[in-house]
C-alpha cells in the first residue's frame, strides 16, 4: 500500500512522521510524497494554539478533497483533545490519540485489513523513502510532560511523561548514520526530562552514549526547559560533535509573570545559566520563546521583559502573542491584556529581537567555521548554498558551479551580513 505522511506544528511531529514511515516500510509499505497518489493518508495534528487546531481542520478537510478514495487517519494533540469531532469529520475513517501513537503503523494495519510483504522482502537497513534527501533527522527520545505551565494544552494531549530506551535510540541514530545522514536533533514534549521513568537515565547520560557509541558528526537540541539542566551538563559541549547552541524558553523578563505561568525558573536563575554556557563554550547560542501579553502583563512586568530581553542578548527570539486556550489554566485568569496593546508590545519586541540577532551575527565575522549545507537553488544564473554554523548561524555561499556541497560539511570563512537580516556569508 502507498501511504502519505503529513504533520503540522512542532519537530517532535515530524519525528513521529520518521517512525511511523520505518514501521510501515518494515511491513512492506512505502512512502509517497503526493496525498492523491496514497492509499492511506495520515495527519498528524497540532493544538498548541487555537490557531494551530483551525489549521490542523482545515489541512485535514484539505487531504480529504485531494483524494476521499483514500483511508484517511488522523492522530496527534487535536486529534486526542478533539477525539469525537476529529472521528466525525467528513471521510475520516481511524483517529489514533497520543497515548496509542507508537503503535499507529501496526493499529492502521489491523483496522484495514492491509495486505503486505513479509518483512524479509525488504532490503535489511534500506532508508526510508520519507527520509531520503534530508540532512537533518530529527529523533524523538520521549513524550509527555510532569510540569503543568498554565498556558500549555500539550501537556494534557500528550500525558504523562514516557521516555525512549537509550538503546533504541543509539539503534535508530546508527541506522541514519549509515544513510549518510550528518546530524540530528534530539527532540520531544520535555526533552530535559528524559530519563525520570527510567532507571539510571537522564539526558545527560544519554548524551554520553551518544557520544560514545554513534558517529553521528553532529548533535543538537530541540527546546530544553531551563530549569532541568545539571550544573555539569555545559562539560558535555568539551566534545565539538555536540553543536553549541541550545533553545532555552523563558517565557517572559518578569517574575511575577513566570509565576502565573508555573513556570519553574526565575529570570536571575536563566541569566545565570546563560552566563555559565556561554563561560564554558567560546561562541555558545542562545535562542529563546517570549509570550506577549500573558493575562495581567502589566506595563511594569512588560518593560522588565524588555529589559531581559535585552541584557541577555539572544542569538534569535521566537516571539507569540499569547491567546487563551480553552482547557489551560492560564485562559481563566482575569485582566486579560487588549490585543491592541498585545499587538504594540510585539512589535517592539520584534524589534528589539532583530537589534538583539543583528549584534549576536556582527559577533560571528572573520571566524572560520564548518558549515553543514543543506539547500541549494539558483539565482541571476548563480549557485546558491545555504547550511548551518554549529552555533546554528543561517549562512549562504556561492561556490563553482562544478562543486557539489549538498549534504557536505566545510569549513568557510564568516564574511559581512547579508541583506538578508539572519544571513551571513561564507568564503
Not at 490519540?97 to 513479509?118: G, H, I, R, S, Y
Not at 552566563?275 to 500573558?294: E, Y
Not at 554549529?390 to 549562512?395: A, F, G, I, R, T
Request: aromatic fraction near 6%; hydrophobic fraction near 40%.
Amino acid at each position: 500500500m502507498k501511504v502519505h505522511l503529513k504533520a503540522l506544528g512542532c519537530r517532535l511531529n515530524e519525528a513521529e512522521l520518521e517512525q511511523w514511515s520505518q514501521g510501515f516500510r518494515a511491513a512492506g509499505h512505502s512512502m509517497v510524497t503526493a496525498a492523491p497518489d496514497a492509499d492511506v493518508v495520515i495527519l498528524n495534528t497540532c493544538a498548541v494554539t487555537q490557531e494551530a487546531s483551525a489549521k490542523s481542520r482545515r489541512l485535514l478537510n484539505r487531504l480529504y478533497r485531494e483524494n476521499p478514495a483514500a483511508k484517511l487517519v488522523v492522530s496527534g494533540c487535536y486529534a486526542t483533545l478533539q477525539a469525537a469531532e476529529v472521528a466525525e469529520t467528513l471521510g475520516v475513517d481511524l483517529v489514533v490519540p497520543n497515548a496509542e501513537k507508537d503503535q499507529l503503523p501496526a493499529k492502521v494495519m489491523e483496522t484495514f485489513a492491509l495486505p503486505v510483504m513479509p518483512a524479509i522482502a525488504t532490503e535489511p537497513g534500506e532508508n526510508s523513502l520519507f527520509m531520503r534527501g534530508r540532512h537533518r533527522a530529527f529523533i524523538k527520545i520521549q513524550d509527555g510532560c510532569r510540569y503543568r505551565c498554565t498556558f500549555c494544552i500539550v501537556t494534557v494531549a500528550r500525558g504523562e511523561e514516557h521516555s525512549r530506551s537509550e538503546a533504541a535510540i543509539i539503534e535508530e541514530i546508527n541506522q541514519l548514520v549509515s544513510q549518510g545522514v550528518q546530524e540530528i536533533v534530539l527532540t520531544g514534549v520535555h526533552v530535559g526530562g528524559y530519563g525520570s521513568d527510567l532507571a539510571a537515565s537522564s539526558l545527560y547520560t544519554l548524551v554520553q552514549r551518544l557520544l560514545a557509541e554513534t558517529d553521528i558528526p553532529r548533535i543538537r537540541f530541540a527546546s530544553v526547559e531551563p530549569w532541568d539542566l545539571p550544573e555539569d551538563f555545559f562539560t558535555l559541549f568539551s566534545n565539538p560533535r555536540l553543536m553549541p547552541h541550545m533553545h532555552l524558553p523563558i517565557q517572559s523578563g518578569a517574575d511575577s509573570v513566570l509565576r502565573r505561568m508555573a513556570r519553574r525558573c526565575k529570570t536571575t536563575e536563566f541569566a545565570q545559566l546563560v552566563s555559565q554556557a556561554r563561560a564554558a563554550i567560546p561562541n555558545f547560542n542562545v535562542t529563546t520563546d517570549i509570550i506577549v501579553g500573558f493575562p495581567g502583563e502589566t506595563e511594569a512586568e512588560w518593560q522588565a521583559t524588555l529589559s531581559f530581553v535585552e541584557r541577555i542578548g539572544f542569538g534569535h527570539v521566537h516571539i507569540f502573542s499569547y491567546s487563551p486556550r480553552e482547557g489551560t489554566k492560564a485562559a481563566g485568569l482575569a485582566n486579560p491584556v487588549a490585543e491592541a496593546v498585545k499587538k504594540q508590545r510585539s512589535q517592539a519586541l520584534h524589534q528589539l529581537a532583530e537589534r538583539s540577532q543583528q549584534a549576536w551575527l556582527a559577533q560571528q565575522l572573520g571566524q572560520r567555521v564548518p558549515v553543514l549545507w543543506e539547500r541549494r537553488r539558483e539565482q541571476a544564473g548563480e549557485l546558491i548554498y545555504t547550511g548551518y554554523t554549529p552555533n546554528y548561524c543561517k549562512v549562504m555561499t556561492k561556490p563553482p558551479t562544478s562543486v557539489d556541497l549538498e549534504n557536505q560539511i566545510t569549513t568557510v570563512s564568516l564574511s559581512l551580513v547579508s541583506d538578508e537580516a539572519d544571513l551571513l556569508l561564507g568564503v
